[in-house]
């Protein structure tokens, strides 16, 4: 298939342009840990990643991901600060746990809606934590710094967080922030990105 509407490649690609080694990024919807690979390869291993999911097997694959490509991974369990040091922090919670967790501010953040691909589909993001987790990202995102939200409004509930996070994104003051949005304009139902860029 064409890479042209790979909306998870665009958004990888969107957010690896604003992150150097060192920084800080997170993943609010670890999966698979395709995504926070992207992000640990872009933040090398003086950078750290911070990977949630409410889900065991979700992070049982992220960290085998990450392990296979030689990134030392922790699991948190809990809603603890994360000090610096750690490379890879996978936390077992609902992402609407960020803001109580970071002690410096992310350069990136990626939020991959919907559910577990090959997992059980009503084990789905739900608008009310998304909505929390992405204000909350929006406070702590460092100036130049991007989140990247990729939507699915096809399945069971998908429409209704679509209309939220489309809102949210729409709603950003213009003086503050650059917003993008990138759709396959001739499928409606086909997963959409929004992207927004922190100017200061
Ligand atoms: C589409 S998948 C993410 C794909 C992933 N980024 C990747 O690269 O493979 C969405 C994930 O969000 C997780 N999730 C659902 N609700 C969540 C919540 N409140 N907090 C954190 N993760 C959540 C699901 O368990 C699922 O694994």
């Known amino acids: 298939m064409s890479s042209l509407t790979r909306i998870v490649t665009w958004s990888q690609n969107l957010v690896r342009e604003v992150l150097n080694p060192g920084d800080l990024a997170v993943d609010l919807t670890a ?11 872009a933040v090398g291993h003086t950078g750290q990643v911070v990977s949630f999911d409410t889900q065991a097997a979700a992070l049982q694959q992220t960290c085998e991901l990450l392990q296979n490509y030689d990134y030392v991974v922790s699991n948190w369990t809990d809603d603890r600060e994360i000090r610096p040091g750690s490379q890879i922090v996978l936390v077992h919670a609902c992402h609407s746990s960020l803001e109580k967790m970071l002690r ?25 934590s998304t909505l929390s987790a992405l204000n909350q990202s929006l406070a702590l995102l460092s100036v130049g710094g ?27 003051p213009r003086e503050m922030w650059l917003v993008l949005l990138l759709r396959v304009a001739n499928r409606s139902e086909a997963p959409y990105l929004l992207v927004a860029e922190r100017l200061r």
């Open 104 to 128: 410096r501010r992310p350069k990136a953040i990626m939020a991959n809606l919907g559910y577990l691909p090959g997992g059980d589909p009503t084990l789905i993001t739900g608008p009310e």
């Open 31 to 41: 999966g698979k840990g395709r995504d926070t690979l992207a992000l640990a390869d």
């Open 146 to 172: 991007r989140l990247a939200v990729t939507v699915y409004p096809a399945h069971a509930g998908g429409i209704e967080e679509a209309q939220m996070v489309d809102d949210l994104f729409v709603s950003l």
